[in-house]
């Protein structure tokens, strides 16, 4: 079996003195996408934040695309082929569409073109003067995927896409995130909505108070249902 | 401002006995001191401490850098300093009037400053003190480049000599320990505490329900009061006030002299003083300039030394020593 | 001899043109400072010293080497952007994650040592520096007499603000900068260097500083106290345009300058608190200023 695109071992993770990662194992596999599963405040969004490099009081190991991350700087994880979506978007409300998702730089061939973007998003188009943040949360939520695609990151990492969002527009996120897998890429989704992660994922891990407490691949997800319920609190 | 400020955390604790016997053994040492050193470079330096340590209630304390403190200490001696000399108030008079003028423009600025948070209220202090410069520039009551001369000391009480060097001295320790006491009262009382809690948090401060800008303002009115103490006593020890003392120069040595000595602890701007006043008696006769040497010990201070003299002694291991031994 | 309001024309005029002349330098110093307060949220004190220290370059490149004024324009502001950006980088950046007092108290210290510094070495009163032969004399108006000189300080300013403000609202480097200001953290994920970023912009804000002083060098006296004397009046142009407002700062500099000029023709007494009187008033109407965001 090849080596995973991302490989993450015990990786733990402080917040100042408070201890945020208990030690997470991770693999994600070229062209896989993999779905965090938790509760609110398990440690999730930690996570990702940790793996991209926002966090920097770390130890473990994190292995992207065969190199150690660990010391790499943070505005050096995305030239080596990592992209990052918060949850909270991060549009910037001082540039218009266009200028959001033309400012981060692109990194690597491979990445989709200005028009090959507007084709999958076409109200990016039609909005691309105004003010990032006068657009709609889900097209916000479009517009934070997007800018990623164009800069030829080989990782998506997905903090929680649906998050406030209308059941039509989870549902066009879905459709997005199929295409995407069906280009190639690889993804590392956090959700709470297992409902929706459960259309596009392979395979999850189920995170709880810091570590990874369980893993399985889609197809045993029906037989995990109530122990989901009970770990999520769904 | 938040509490990534070095400021030497100060929980209410009645005094250590230590700390006490320290206190007396330094008051001891101020009444002795006039005998060994020269009584106007002393008084010079507890005017500016004063000042300093009125400075530190609103900085230390409330949590408000005012880069405007020379108006209420310069005011305050160009007003004392016009109340004894063209209107031939005794002394105490005189003072009491140098107080009231700084507490009224530190009631006009203190408004307009709080009308904004953080840094941009320290401009808007900054800015006002300027324009109240630039008032004593060209109001004929101050005389503009020359200043006051010639203020009369006057008989305090009508009948002590001010002009003996040494009643002019425990005069102006006694007006020192007075506004010290006033000082460390204020901060130790409820009303202290809530200076504090604004200091630390302002948002939650507000969600308390506390009327967070009137807290503000009196910490305001009552530290530039007590700077024009410290002013209009400095007006009759040197008797003159010039365009220097009401000067941003001015606000930023009382920072200095703060920053030094330690922000937030209660004796150390005295500390500061002492030393800034020093340095500038022994830069006075050198080549270097001494704005030269200010902005240097400023910069390293900022860099390296935030927590100043005190601060540094408190997180000591001798200081935690102190803790602890409180704790017992 | 035409008057207007009861004052002769060409006085009323002459203030006029020294209040844009000045209301240039000030949009052109407040225009740094604001573009430093808003991408590293700190109040530059040094700015005055930076302006200061343009013009002594200006003076010394002269003096010493003898390189005149059109290639010291260039010269000096990069100088002066050189050193800031050194000291940003070794010093002020370690403030930047503390209470915003820190650098100011730090710029402060700055600017003291700087015009401590240069007063040692060149006394408290000014250099004289000349006004390049291609702009000395100037146009008879008819109703006024208009220096070369001074036309071209206007005219510059006003380049270099339409310029910077092109730079940071329509540019790349600009949208980089805009977004830094907005989230450094997530721009630092998208690959972009926001350290860096910051070091190049408060290099920027200090050479506008460094060229206005370069400009205003055969006007006012190159003296090491030419900076201090207007910083605080440049705050007081930024606290009534609105800290983070670049065009605020441009407009309001421009407006400051006429109307201090108009203050000086009817009431000249105040000319000089006239700035401050209009902050205190915005203040009571309007704290976040002309064109500020926030409040």
């Known amino acids: 079996m090849t080596e995973p695109l991302l490989s993450v071992r015990d990786l733990n993770a402080w917040y100042g003195e408070s201890h945020a990662l208990h030690g997470i194992d991770l693999d994600v596999h070229q062209g896989e996408t993999v779905t965090l599963l938790g509760r609110n405040g398990v440690g999730k969004t930690t996570a990702l934040r940790s793996i991209v490099g926002i966090i920097r009081k770390r130890s473990g190991s994190i292995r992207f695309d065969g190199k150690d991350m660990l010391r790499v700087p943070l505005h050096r994880t995305a030239r080596h082929g990592i992209g990052y979506v918060p949850e909270e978007r991060g549009i910037f409300s001082t540039l218009t569409v266009e200028e959001n998702l033309t400012l981060p730089p692109v990194i690597a061939k491979g990445g989709m073109t200005l028009a090959e973007i507007y084709q999958l998003f076409p109200n990016l188009e039609e909005r691309r003067k105004s003010p990032g943040t006068k657009l709609s949360g889900g097209e916000q939520q479009m517009l934070a995927m997007a800018r990623i695609l164009r800069t030829g990151a080989k990782l998506l990492l997905l903090d929680e896409p649906t998050e406030g969002l209308a059941p039509v527009i989870i549902q066009r996120i879905g459709e997005v995130l199929q295409t995407l897998k069906q280009r190639g890429m690889t993804i590392l989704l956090v959700e709470q909505n297992f409902r929706f992660a459960s259309k596009v994922a392979d395979r999850f891990y189920v995170v709880d108070h810091g570590k990874v407490i369980d893993s399985f691949d889609v197809a045993d997800l029906p037989g995990r249902m109530t122990m989901l319920n009970e770990a999520l609190g769904v | ?328 | 001899m035409t008057t207007i309001f009861d004052v002769p024309i060409q006085a009323f005029l002459g203030q006029l043109l020294i209040g844009l002349i000045n209301g240039s330098f000030y949009a052109m110093l407040s225009l740094g400072l604001a573009i430093i307060f808003g991408m590293l949220k700190i109040i530059n004190f040094a700015h005055g010293a930076q302006y200061m220290i343009g013009a002594f370059a200006g003076y010394l490149l002269l003096a010493t080497l003898g390189i005149g004024y059109w290639p010291a324009l260039i010269l000096a502001p990069i100088i002066v952007g050189l050193c800031s950006a050194v000291i940003e980088r070794l010093a002020l950046s370690r403030l930047y994650n503390l209470d915003h007092l820190y650098s100011l108290l730090f710029t402060f210290g700055l600017a003291l040592a700087l015009e401590g510094a240069f007063r040692y070495f060149y006394g408290s009163s000014g250099q004289p520096y000349a006004v390049p032969k291609e702009l000395a004399g100037g146009y008879n108006l008819g109703f006024m007499f208009l220096p070369k000189y001074r036309a071209w300080v206007v005219l510059a300013s006003l380049v270099i603000c339409i310029a910077s403000w092109l730079l940071i609202e329509k540019t790349k480097l600009g949208a980089y900068l805009r977004a830094a200001t907005e989230n450094p953290t997530l721009v630092r994920t998208f690959g972009i260097n926001v350290p860096l970023l910051l070091t190049f912009t408060y290099g920027m804000g200090a050479a506008l500083a460094g060229l206005a002083g370069m400009l205003a060098a055969p006007i006012y006296q190159v003296s090491p106290l030419m900076g201090s004397n207007l910083i605080i009046v440049v705050f007081a142009v930024v606290v009534v345009g609105g800290m983070g407002s670049i065009l605020g700062a441009i407009i309001t500099g421009y407006m400051l300058g006429i109307l201090e000029g108009l203050t000086k023709v009817f009431y000249p007494e105040a000319s000089n608190i006239v700035i401050f009187v209009i902050m205190a008033i915005m203040l009571l109407v309007r704290p976040a200023g002309l064109m500020g965001r926030d409040a």
């Open chain 2, 1 to 328: 401002m938040n509490s990534q400020v070095n400021v030497t955390p100060t929980t209410k604790r009645p005094l250590l006995r230590l700390e006490t016997v320290l206190i007396l053994i330094g008051v001891a040492a101020l009444a002795l001191a006039p005998f060994y050193f020269y009584p106007i470079f002393l008084m010079k330096v507890l005017c500016f401490a004063l000042f300093a340590c009125a400075f530190n209630l609103l900085l230390g304390y409330t949590g408000i850098l005012s880069f405007g403190h020379a108006a209420f200490f310069g005011g305050a001696a160009y007003f004392t300093a016009h109340a004894v000399k063209e209107w031939g108030l005794p002394p105490e008079l005189g003072i009491l009037v140098g107080v009231a003028g700084a507490a009224f423009l530190g009631l006009i600025i203190g408004f307009l400053a709080i009308r904004r948070q953080g840094i941009y209220s320290t401009m808007i202090t900054l800015a006002l003190s300027q324009m109240f410069f630039f008032f004593c520039l060209q109001a004929p009551f101050t005389h503009g480049e020359d200043g006051i001369q010639n203020v009369p000391r006057g008989h305090l009480l009508g009948f002590i000599d001010l002009q003996e060097p040494l009643y002019m001295y425990f005069f102006v320790l006694s007006v020192f320990l007075a506004g010290m006491l006033l000082i460390w009262r204020v901060i130790n009382s409820p009303y202290g505490m809530i200076l504090r809690s604004i200091r630390e948090n302002e948002n939650r401060a507000i969600s308390l329900g506390y009327s967070v800008s009137r807290y503000k303002l009196g910490a305001f009115v009552m530290s530039a009061a007590l700077a024009g103490l410290a002013g209009g006593l400095k007006a009759l020890v040197f008797q003159f006030a010039t365009l220097t003392d009401v000067s941003w120069q001015m606000s930023g040595e009382v920072v200095l002299m703060t920053l030094l000595g330690g922000i937030g602890t209660l004796v150390g701007p005295i500390f500061g003083a002492a030393l800034v006043t020093s340095l500038g008696n022994y830069f006075a006769t050198s080549e270097l300039p001494v704005t030269l040497v200010t902005g240097i010990i400023f910069m390293v201070c900022v860099l390296v030394f935030r927590r100043g003299m005190i601060g540094e002694l408190y997180a000591s291991r001798l200081g935690k020593k102190l803790e602890r031994r409180a704790e017992d």
